[in-house]
T-cell receptor, first 112, second 113 residues
Framework: GENVEQHPSTLSVQEGDSAVIKCTYS??????FPWYKQELGKRPQLIID?????GEKKDQRIAVTLNKTAKHFSLHITETQPEDSAVYFC???????????FGTGTRLTVIP | GAGVSQSPRYKVAKRGQDVALRCDPISGHVSLFWYQQALGQGPEFLTYFQNEAQLDKSGLPSDRFFAERPEGSVSTLKIQRTQQEDSAVYLC???????????FGSGTRLTVV
């Protein structure tokens, strides 16, 4: 099955700086890569996703890049704000399947 | 409803007790998923339904875990003879389309004592 690895496990940045979280996946058949934000005690919420037919996608301060050859994808958050503090999970889905394989999460702390 | 609803929000069970966790997905979503999230970990897939059909149950950790969705809407995850290692948050999610983002429920935090 698919194996998703995520780094770093914790990340602290100053407010206004950028944050980058990286994930790798093992199965070249994976074609859908969402990112979820989970605040303490709350549900994971989809913040952005990318499919294997594109290399980059942006939504305001959030962007995701995908390198299919290297089998890695990254989340970029610019101009970080304290409310960005949360645990972020990457995930991958195999073509034709629906279940997501999640990374182990990155705890992002934005220091005011 | 507007979102995925799960109940109960919290459940404390004595070891050996049976529990039933309920999920009410977004109206019209044919796909329903159950995930288990241990403390400090990412969600791990348990099982998947398309309407009333359970298409994948490969993630269920043992035969003590059973899920159903008899009418293609509400789903129940049942755990028999609970053990301490079953303690986790059980997340339900629904999706309207293949390979699109899920909407998760708030989860049921199960603590087995």
């Amino acid at each position: 099955g698919e194996n998703v690895e995520q780094h770093p496990s914790t990340l602290s940045v100053q407010e206004g700086d950028s944050a980058v979280i990286k994930c790798t996946y093992s199965d070249s058949a994976s074609n859908y890569f969402p990112w979820y934000k989970q605040e303490l005690g709350k549900r994971p919420q989809l913040i952005i996703d990318i499919r294997s037919n594109v290399g980059e996608k942006k939504d305001q301060r959030i962007a995701v890049t995908l390198n299919k050859t290297a089998k890695h994808f990254s989340l970029h958050i610019t101009e970080t704000q304290p409310e960005d503090s949360a645990v972020y999970f990457c995930a991958a889905s195999l073509s034709g399947a629906n279940n997501l394989f999640f990374g182990t999460g990155t705890r992002l702390t934005v220091i005011p | 409803g507007a979102g995925v609803s799960q109940s109960p929000r919290y459940k404390v069970a004595k070891r050996g007790q049976d529990v039933a966790l309920r999920c009410d997905p977004i109206s019209g979503h044919v796909s329903l998923f159950w995930y288990q999230q241990a403390l400090g970990q990412g969600p791990e897939f348990l099982t998947y339904f398309q309407n009333e059909a359970q298409l994948d149950k490969s993630g269920l950790p043992s035969d003590r875990f059973f899920a159903e969705r008899p009418e293609g809407s509400v789903s129940t995850l049942k755990i028999q003879r609970t053990q301490q290692e079953d303690s986790a948050v059980y997340l339900c999610a629904s999706s309207g389309r293949v390979n699109y983002g899920y909407t998760f429920g708030s989860g049921t935090r199960l603590t087995v004592v």
